[in-house]
């Protein structure tokens, strides 16, 4: 745990939890004179626990989530799936999933937005020489 003082004079709990070998496992932020969380982000492991496999972030404005992302990740770190979700005053107003596609050389070839109801929002083709 770590406090800190921004040049506002506001105070700020940072708190990581972290596994054996060091990697952060979740991390959140507050601010303390309101007690609004600011921040949380938690981050998943292979059974090895040193691989990332996926992570999630959620942001609060005033302690109320706005705005939340949950990523997975394929053994070689590339990002294939990402949801995205956005809140007003709390309840759910958009969301969108994202997936990926890479060659064998893990560069990204297919990226598909879809919106909640699976309707293709974006379709980014990548071509190499």
């Known amino acids: 745990m770590y406090l800190?003082?921004?040049s506002r004079g506001v105070a700020y709990k940072e708190v990581y939890k972290r596994?054996?070998?060091g990697k952060t496992l979740e991390y959140s932020r507050s601010n303390e004179k309101e007690g609004w969380q600011i921040n949380d982000s938690k981050y998943v492991f292979a059974a090895d626990g040193k691989t990332m496999v996926?992570?999630?972030y959620r942001y609060y404005r005033k302690g109320i989530m706005t705005t939340?992302?949950?990523t997975t990740l394929d053994a070689a770190g590339n990002r294939i799936a990402q949801i995205?979700?956005?809140y007003k005053k709390g309840?759910?107003?958009s969301s969108t999933t994202e997936t990926y596609e890479y060659d064998k050389?893990?560069?990204p070839v297919l990226r598909k937005v879809l919106l909640a109801d699976g309707t293709p929002k974006e379709i980014t083709n990548y071509k190499y020489n």
Request: glycine share 4%; charged share 25%.
């Open 4 to 6: 800190s003082v921004d």
């Open 19 to 21: 596994n054996k070998y």
């Open 54 to 56: 996926g992570y999630s």
């Open 68 to 70: 939340e992302w949950n």
């Open 84 to 86: 995205s979700n956005t």
């Open 91 to 93: 309840v759910l107003e």
């Open 105 to 107: 050389h893990n560069r």
